[in-house]
């Protein structure tokens, strides 16, 4: 029958979503996380797909022509300063740029004057300079000392360092120092992970560039090991398809690159959520949304446009920069195990810290003693303790009640319910903050957006942050609670090339600047072909980065790169000032601009991913209720017998008003009072506010 198979390893959960290639039928699966080794959660998950279609892991895995897989491993590794131990080899007299960063506070703290910035991921006894310097035309002024980096490599040797990136002024001109210090490290180091910064990110701006190759040699031993780990379990149960792993970018690349670029990882999981969310929200006829994605541990917010999700050229994880191309991704931690505390000063915190998979939400039965989220929600009536992950995992609703009481009821003085609807309350109130980041800080209004809800615990909140934010249209796909693993078979293969090219734009000559991009596009196509993806479905997207003169930051505007061949100097320029005049309010057209960036972006399907389509409902929505359950309803403000639907039997074209509950295996829709679902033939569930 032939078998494609996303995976994605949460914090909490690892989701998986099995398709056969014949007839693209869907099927999921949900399990815990192994945080010790990811890849064993990996591997429950693929024996209860076994199970689920009879036969052994082994003959699942020789009949799956394609894994495609998303991680957190690289993301925790800097997110916890716990990667490997990693050394910095630069331009002697810049062994500080990685402590000193740009010499600026971060935006989110230009006004504390107690700012600290995190410790640099590399000690300083470990960030040693080299004699060697270029010019910004990429002309040696000082060689390389042969000697003094034998003699460094040997110092590194007695350390123990596990990996070395290396990272020199103006390699981004020319690389030939980098090249050399990398060889003669790897013949002194041969067993630690080496990077030069412009196998990363060949650009202008030195700290931005080291940053970057710090981390991707952070991350890289773990991420390697990972993947060994991984593969060796997979071809052990006789796995002899391709493995792809996910990208921080929305597109999916082979695992041996992968492994020479970690820092491409560092938000695998998640950018694979916008991906398919922007797909369910076309097949319900939105070309725009904002996806949230609530899972155990995190809340993602992200925004698809145009059936396009967005893209920022850089970012940071932990305060620690990086300059890769990566989806537009707000993350906070707010997630089912967000633990929930009263301060010293007598109030209610919910997160960001979180239980995890170990010990997990006290009514997990693992060991866990602080209240969560998915705590309040089982007191309040939202989760059915004995249909938890339909049944296979059954929840404590005593102990949870037993923890909320002692931990937040008792010192603020609220009964148990009102503390537990005050977690699901402030819980809501963070991730309507977290989506403002998103939309509002950049200039969208949240209520021209319908809301695409993932996430296991996404659909329970997803009615109250919608209205925080005056969002009247909610849509909750059938497989919401696997989200990212859809959006992994969704995504597409992407190779990425991004080079400095400093020039006044009035000086460009546009040929030479066609021929310097030509050069990616055939390198990205030929990779696309030899991956399986036809010439004529290739995809190539084409950007400069360019400013006004004297600016301190670029506008990234993308085209047709015809338009360089036919000199189309003007229609360039005037797509600068309509991006520039969109972000920030102002263009100064007439002014002189110059180029900083160029950016390649080759792309192609590997799966042909579709929306199964469900069949109509045989009756009346009624006939699909399961029982009632006390709920206390978020409108209303107190417990009312809801309805309770089996969301897993519902066919299309059926209507629920509040207040009800449709539960799903992986998931439940919590439906207040003024709220209606209607179920889509595609399988969305559509909640609309009704309210005033």
Not at 171 to 185: F, G, P, R, T
Not at 279 to 294: R, T, Y
Not at 605 to 633: C, P, V, W
Request: aromatic share 6%; charged share 20%; proline share 4%.
């Amino acid at each position: 029958m032939g078998y494609v198979i996303g995976i994605d390893v949460g914090g909490t959960f690892t989701d998986l979503l099995l398709m056969e290639s014949s007839t693209g039928k869907q099927t999921i699966n949900k399990t815990s996380t192994i945080v010790e080794d990811p890849s064993v959660g990996v591997m429950n998950g693929l024996e209860g797909f076994a199970e689920m279609l009879d036969v052994t892991v082994s003959e699942l895995l020789a009949d799956t022509s394609l894994i495609v897989h998303g991680t957190t491993v690289t993301t925790n590794a800097v997110l916890t300063n716990n990667g490997s131990k990693t050394a910095l080899v630069t331009t002697e007299g810049f062994r500080d740029v990685l402590q000193m960063r740009r010499g600026v506070r971060s935006r989110d703290n230009l006004f504390n004057n107690k700012y600290e910035a995190p410790p640099a991921l590399v000690p300083r006894d470990l960030r040693i300079g080299v004699s060697e310097r270029m010019d910004k035309g990429g002309e040696v002024m000082t060689a390389v000392d042969e000697e003094q980096v034998v003699a460094i490599a040997e110092k590194l040797k007695s350390e123990k360092v596990e990996a070395v990136a290396i990272s020199f002024m103006h390699s981004y001109a020319n690389d030939a120092h980098e090249q050399a210090v990398k060889k003669l490290i790897e013949t002194h180091l041969p067993d630690a992970f080496t990077t030069a910064s412009t196998e990363v990110v060949p650009i202008i701006r030195l700290y931005d560039r080291t940053s970057t190759a710090v981390m991707n040699a952070y991350a890289g031993p773990i991420l390697n090991q990972y993947i060994t780990n991984l593969v060796d379990k997979l071809e052990n149960h006789d796995f002899n398809g391709n493995l792809l792993i996910m990208q921080s970018n929305g597109g999916v690349n082979n695992a041996d690159t992968v492994k020479k670029l970690p820092a491409t990882t560092l938000l695998s999981g998640p950018a694979a959520g916008p991906v398919a969310g922007g797909k369910f929200a076309e097949a319900s006829g939105f070309a725009n949304a904002i996806v949230v994605d609530m899972g155990g541990t995190s809340f993602e917010a992200s925004i698809v446009r145009d059936g396009k999700v967005a893209i920022r050229k850089n970012g940071d994880i932990n305060r620690n920069s990086i300059s890769l191309p990566m989806a537009d991704i707000h993350t906070i931690g707010s997630g089912g195990g967000s633990i929930a505390r009263v301060n010293d000063g007598g109030l209610l915190k919910v997160g960001p810290e979180s239980a995890g998979a170990t010990p997990g939400p006290v009514s997990y039965s693992r060991g866990g003693v602080e209240p969560t989220t998915s705590d309040a929600n089982l007191v309040l009536g939202y989760l059915n303790g004995d249909y938890f992950l339909g049944g296979s995992m059954p929840l404590d609703k005593g102990a949870a009640k037993a923890a909320i009481e002692e931990k937040i009821a008792e010192p603020t003085g609220l009964t148990t319910e009102k503390a537990a609807f005050g977690i699901y309350s402030i819980s809501n109130l963070n991730m309507a903050s977290g989506i403002k980041d998103v939309t509002v800080e950049n200039g969208y209004d949240p209520r021209e957006f319908p809301l695409v809800v993932a996430g296991g615990a996404g659909p329970v909140h997803a009615a109250m942050i919608a209205r925080e934010l005056g969002i009247r249209e909610i849509i909750v796909p059938r497989f919401s609670s696997v989200l990212c693993a859809v959006g992994m078979l969704s995504s597409m293969l992407r190779h990425d090339y991004l080079r400095s090219h400093y020039s006044k734009w009035s000086e460009i000559d546009h040929k030479s600047l066609y021929n310097i991009i030509e050069d990616d596009v055939l390198e990205g196509k030929a990779l696309l072909s030899a991956e399986g993806v036809p010439e004529d479905e290739q995809v190539v997207i084409v950007g400069l980065d360019l400013r006004y003169l004297g600016q301190h930051f670029e506008v990234t505007v993308e085209f047709d790169i015809k338009m360089l061949l036919d000199a189309q100097r003007e229609e360039v320029e005037n797509l600068f000032h309509e991006e520039h005049q969109r972000l920030y309010g102002f263009n100064l057209k007439g002014n002189e601009m110059e180029l900083m960036n160029i950016r390649v972006s080759c792309q192609g399907e590997h799966t042909k991913f579709s929306i199964q389509e469900i069949q109509d409902a045989d009756r009346e929505s009624s006939g699909y209720l399961k029982n009632t359950r006390q709920m206390y309803d978020p409108v209303r403000h107190e417990f009312v017998e809801a309805h309770v639907y089996d969301g897993e039997e519902m066919g299309a074209g059926c209507t629920v008003d509040g207040p009800a509950i449709i539960e799903l295996v992986t998931t439940t829709i919590i439906v207040p009072d003024q709220f209606q679902v209607k179920t889509e033939q595609n399988g969305n569930f559509l909640m609309k506010d009704q309210g005033e």
